[in-house]
């Protein structure tokens, strides 16, 4: 996996996730669960982009890691707007599908950045 892959793919994230907050706010009015989970979206790319300019690979494998836990907690917050009928099913469906896919993604750049740092060591 590219580093600007999981760049793009995590802003593309971001931007759905602010809409979605919007929506939820607007439509819902929905302001505590949606508030925590613009946050932790949000972060998935901010810590990408920590780990683009880091500053060791120990480093850019801290920031991923971070941006890993936050896709998972935003994960979780989607999983609890579906569970409380906030989310349908498809909405659901469709957003899950695409955090899955960059967690996997992520996953897969710190496995194998931990491969090489014990590899080079």
Known sequence: MNES??????????????NFYKWLVSK?????????????????GANVREAVNAQSKADFIHKLSISQ???????YWLEILNATNYVSTLEFGSMHNQYSEVLKIIKSIIITSKKNLVKNS
């Open 5 to 18: 892959i999981v760049k793009t793919k995590s802003f593309e994230l971001a931007i759905r996730g602010v």
């Open 28 to 44: 819902k009015k929905e302001f505590i669960m949606s508030k925590q989970f613009l946050r932790s979206i949000t972060s998935v």
């Open 69 to 75: 836990k936050e896709c998972d907690e935003s994960m």
